[in-house]
């Protein structure tokens, strides 16, 4: 969850430096309300990580962060999703969480997917582009020459969305052994559920 919590915060970031409205653990009001059981009488609004939008007459979009592992471990033996696979699986999960409950209507979603080794989801990455190309048009230095502007810009962005995937793995495995990682310098064994929940 520090993870994942870190690299929504580095996004909201991102946008505000671009010049984006950006606010962090939105209602979602126009999915409509959700039940979660059929008991339930009055359903509640999903929420999501982050609301943006550009300028006040400008659509408004919902941006949901995702950690996801590519390592399973079942009945004593590991499997490895493909390249992108895991991160893949995360952004359609993502789309299904965000459907239109009954009374509601579709809005712009958009799965900020990441596997905890560092790979991106598409939507992510097409993402991240979109807010440095803002970004680089909103300062008129920088529009001279957009292209080595952008590019600059992701060469800045990406390595630090990286350290902090690494550092949520590290809070994880130090979690393993009880916060002692760091005192010890010991070689973590970590219980395999503690992957599949912590980030």
């Known amino acids: 969850m520090a993870g994942r919590n870190a690299l929504r915060d580095f996004w909201r970031s991102f946008y505000r430096d671009a010049g984006f409205r950006c606010e962090v653990e939105q209602l ?5 309300l959700r039940r979660r059981c059929r008991r339930e009488a009055v359903g509640v609004a999903v929420v999501a990580d982050l609301r943006v939008a550009a300028n006040p ?3 408004v979009k919902y941006l949901d962060v995702v950690v996801a592992h590519p390592v399973h471990h079942r ?18 999960e993502k789309l299904r969480a965000y459907a239109v409950n009954p009374g509601g209507q579709p809005v712009h979603i958009v799965p900020l997917a990441f596997e905890s080794y560092g ?7 097409q993402e991240l582009k979109l807010v440095a190309r803002r970004q680089v ?4 230095d920088s ?6 502007a952008v590019s600059a810009l992701l060469s800045r962005w990406r390595p630090e969305v990286f350290v902090t995937l ?32 912590a980030v």
């Open 28 to 32: 979602v009001p126009e999915l409509g």
């Open 57 to 59: 007459g400008e659509g």
């Open 75 to 92: 009945a004593g033996g590991q499997t490895c999703d493909g390249r992108g696979v895991a991160a893949a699986r995360a952004e359609a």
């Open 119 to 125: 790979r991106w989801g598409k939507a992510a990455e």
């Open 137 to 140: 048009l909103s300062d008129p």
């Open 143 to 148: 529009a001279l020459v957009p292209g080595a």
């Open 166 to 197: 690494l550092r949520g793995n590290f809070f994880v495995v130090e979690a393993a052994v009880g916060g002692g990682l760091r005192a010890t310098g010991a070689t973590p064994r970590v219980r395999p559920e503690l992957w599949e929940v």
